[in-house]
C-alpha cells in the first residue's frame, strides 16, 4: 500500500514537498516514481527513482522538482519548487519490480507500475 501526503494550494513560486510512505513491502526492492495528472491531460511520469539512488525527471520539471528517498523509513519524496499553474494536478506515486531504467520500460510509462497510492492534488494559483 501507497499513501501521498504533502498536497495543498499555492501561488505561482511557491514550494511543497510531497511524500509516499510504503506499507506491507520494502521501497528498497522496487522502481518508485511519482506521477501527476492534470484536468482534462493524461497521466504522465514526473520522476522516478532506482534502488541505487539515480534518477530520471520529466523535461517539464527538471530544475524544479527533486525526488529522493529514505529506504530506512520506506518513504519516497518529491520536492517541487518554483511552482507553476500547469504543476496543478493530482499527484501520484507508485511502484514497479523493473527496473527504472529498464532496456524496454520507460521509467514514465505508467502501465508498467503495479502499485499506485490514491494521490495528493496540488494546485497553483496565478
Known amino acids: 500500500r501507497l499513501a501521498e501526503s504533502g498536497g495543498g494550494s499555492v501561488n505561482s513560486g511557491g514550494s511543497l514537498t510531497l511524500s509516499c510512505s510504503a506499507s506491507?513491502?520494502?521501497?528498497?526492492?522496487?522502481?518508485m516514481g511519482w506521477f501527476r495528472q492534470g484536468p482534462g491531460k493524461e497521466r504522465e511520469g514526473v520522476a522516478s527513482?532506482?534502488?541505487?539512488?539515480?534518477?530520471n525527471y520529466a523535461p517539464s520539471v527538471k530544475g524544479r522538482f527533486t525526488i529522493s528517498r529514505d529506504n530506512a523509513k520506506n518513504t519516497i519524496y518529491l520536492q517541487v519548487n518554483n511552482l507553476k499553474p500547469e504543476d496543478t494536478a493530482m499527484y501520484y506515486c507508485?511502484?514497479?519490480?523493473?527496473?527504472?531504467?529498464?532496456?524496454?520500460?520507460?521509467?514514465?510509462?505508467?502501465?508498467?507500475?503495479?502499485?499506485w497510492g490514491q494521490g495528493t492534488q496540488v494546485t497553483v494559483s496565478s
Open positions: 527513482t532506482a534502488s541505487d539512488g539515480s534518477t
Open positions: 507508485a511502484a514497479r519490480v523493473f527496473a527504472c531504467n529498464h532496456e524496454y520500460y520507460d521509467w514514465h510509462d505508467s502501465a508498467t507500475f503495479k502499485y
Open positions: 506491507q513491502y520494502t521501497i528498497g526492492d522496487y522502481c
